[in-house]
């Protein structure tokens, strides 16, 4: 049974930063992307950015590309998300995710991915 546990989350101010964990565990993540995904109250679920669990490619959105880095620890079978220079734009709750076959590129689509954290809220006041 893969499960994924997002820990990090918070209440920060504009221009602040936080750092999102979400430790895995059931299965071995190599070769398998993750990636994290946001959902903001009244829109739809949006691909945040991604990384191939053990080749290191990586994917963003535009609006956080330069301002968030994704990677992850092997030896704690844990992803993160570093987020710098946040705005009050970026205030969701967070998922991370992972897929059930192995690929050798990130996907942005949600419908690729089967397993999901319970998600954790990031509020970024002005």
């Known amino acids: 049974q893969v499960q994924l546990e997002e820990s990090g989350g918070g209440l920060v101010q504009a221009g602040g930063s936080l750092r999102l964990s979400c430790e895995a565990s059931?299965?071995?993540?190599?070769?398998?992307?993750v990636a994290w995904f946001r959902q903001a109250p009244g829109k739809e679920r949006e691909f945040v950015a991604g990384?191939?669990?053990?080749?290191?490619?990586?994917d963003y959105v535009d609006s956080v590309e330069g301002r968030f880095t994704i990677f992850t620890d092997n030896t704690k079978n844990t992803l993160y998300l570093q987020m710098n220079s946040l705005k009050p734009e970026d205030t969701a709750v967070y998922y991370c995710?992972?897929?059930?076959?192995?690929?050798?590129?990130?996907?942005?689509?949600?419908?690729?991915?089967?397993?999901w954290g319970q998600g954790t809220q990031v509020t970024v006041s002005s």
């Open positions: 059931g299965r071995t993540f190599s070769g398998y992307p």
């Open positions: 995710a992972t897929t059930g076959r192995p690929y050798k590129l990130v996907s942005r689509g949600s419908h690729d991915y089967t397993y």
């Open positions: 990384i191939t669990w053990s080749g290191g490619r990586t």
